[in-house]
């Protein structure tokens, strides 16, 4: 509230409004402010301005790429003749126990009858007391002689018989005769007496009663000859068997062969049945290697496809040579074998198990190394089929993705590849690539896309290495 004067003198009294004193506020207060503010902007942009063109230009500096030395190597495409990698154990393919047939005690052994002793085919191993087996013998063919003397007597009595069965008839035919007429004599002319004819009578039955007995003996002969052959073919069979039991007293080596477990002592009462020593062959050995479905699938060489028309199972196999590394010296212990068959499908590990067969002529080692026997953890390569038009890169050159580097205008550039098997040191690539790229083999740990390349050949590369290898 204000007073003023009005023309008569008077004083008058001014009352202010809510409006009129906001702008009093502000024109005392606000603007004040703003208006400082903005001079100090402003004076900051004039300082920046002058102090920008105080400045010197920086020198112009040429910014050069460094280029990535690299050994390329140049692909064309090629057949490839796969190897399928395995590993397994190396057994002697024939193991028997050896096991008597008849029981005694031991009397004698063979000298060469230790483990791991070789001994040959034929050889006795040990011999059982045959003394209850010789008496045995000699019954039989003390019994078989009678046989045959038997029917030998019977066959002679026979044709003897047979002789004598017509001179019978003959003589039963006078005794009938004489029967008659004494009869007819006595009965119409009253020549003799009835005890004459009565004698007569009796002769002629007589001789009547001979030859029926004889001719009841001549067909019963071939009976009585069956039946004492078949008594002979017992005593032969008896025979045979005796014989049999007395061969099997000396228990012998069916092959030659290494002994690979012994269970008996001389003087030991030995059973049959019961195994007293093992023996192995080892002329030809097996090696049992599991390969994966998928590489026996793919890569093995069947007959006919695999298959067979009247089995379900595997078809024959190629018997390709294969090669046979012992996993404690592979260069230097290696044989050559046959790939033999498909011994079965494990379903557990889903592998096909096939057989590798080596004869004992390949298992014999080169002078100053060992031969490949019974026991020997080996690695086998099996040739497999052959892979056509692939192209064959160091596993260095390939990333696990499947991506390989191409030298292209001695720039990089990144390819996908389709790697259709790693064997060895090298994976084989069937598509991505053209003849004639040239692919890095030198190993870049995410190279830039498109960097630059310097070309090494191998030996500038190789003195590159030893170069940081001496500067680090």
Not at 265 to 277: A, C, D, F, L, T
Request: glycine share 6%.
């Amino acid at each position: 509230m204000t007073e003023n004067e009005n023309n008569e003198g008077q004083k008058i009294t001014h009352v202010s409004t809510p409006n009129e004193k906001q702008a009093a506020h502000f024109a005392t207060s606000v603007l004040p402010r703003i208006v400082g503010f903005s001079l100090i902007i402003i004076i900051g942009i004039v300082g920046m301005i002058l102090l920008s063109n105080m400045r010197k230009a920086p020198a112009h500096v040429d910014v050069t790429e460094n280029a990535i030395s690299v050994t390329t190597i140049e692909v064309n495409p090629e057949n490839v003749p796969v190897s399928i990698a395995g590993y397994g154990q190396a057994r002697s393919r024939d193991v028997v126990s050896i096991a008597p047939e008849v029981p005694g005690n031991v009397v004698a052994i063979h000298p060469q009858l230790e483990l791991g002793c070789l001994i040959a085919k034929g050889d006795v191993l040990l011999q059982i007391d045959d003394r209850n087996y010789k008496a045995a013998l000699q019954q039989a063919q003390a019994q078989t002689t009678q046989a045959k003397d038997l029917i030998e007597r019977l066959k002679r009595q026979f044709a003897i018989d047979k002789e004598r069965l017509g001179t019978m008839q003959r003589t039963r035919d006078l005794a009938m005769k004489d029967f008659d007429r004494a009869r007819t004599l006595f009965a119409e002319d009253q020549v003799g007496t009835q005890s004459g004819v009565d004698r007569v009578e009796m002769s002629f039955n007589q001789a009547d009663d001979a030859l029926d007995q004889m001719q009841q003996a001549i067909e019963l002969y071939p009976i009585r000859i069956r039946e004492a052959e078949s008594g002979l073919q017992a005593m032969e069979a008896g025979l045979e068997l005796a014989e049999a039991n007395m061969d099997r007293t000396a228990i012998r080596a069916p092959f030659t062969a290494r002994v690979k477990q012994v269970q008996v002592e001389e003087g030991q009462y030995i059973s049959p049945g019961k195994p007293v020593m093992t023996l192995a062959d080892d002329s030809l050995l097996e090696i049992s290697v599991p390969l994966d479905s998928r590489d026996a699938k793919s890569w093995l060489q069947f007959k006919n496809g695999g298959t067979t028309l009247d089995s379900a199972w595997f078809g024959e196999l190629e018997p390709v040579e294969c090669t046979v590394y012992w996993t404690e010296s592979p260069e230097t212990h290696q044989w050559k074998g046959t790939l033999e068959r498909v011994q079965q499908f494990d379903q557990m590990t889903r592998t096909v198990i096939v057989a590798v067969r080596v004869n004992a002529q390949n298992a014999a080692g080169a002078v100053g190394h060992l031969p490949l026997v019974d026991g020997m953890f080996c690695e086998v390569a099996i040739p497999g089929q052959t892979l056509q038009n692939v192209y064959r890169l160091p596993n260095t050159a390939v990333s696990y993705d499947g991506v390989v580097l191409l030298a292209v205008d001695n720039h990089i550039k990144r390819l996908k590849v389709d790697v259709v098997r790693s064997q060895g040191e090298f994976s084989f690539v069937a598509e991505g690539l053209k003849p004639g790229d040239k692919v890095i083999t030198t190993r870049l740990v995410n190279p830039q896309p498109n960097a630059l390349l310097r070309m090494l050949d191998d030996d500038s590369a190789q003195n590159e290495t030893v170069t940081q290898e001496s500067a680090s």
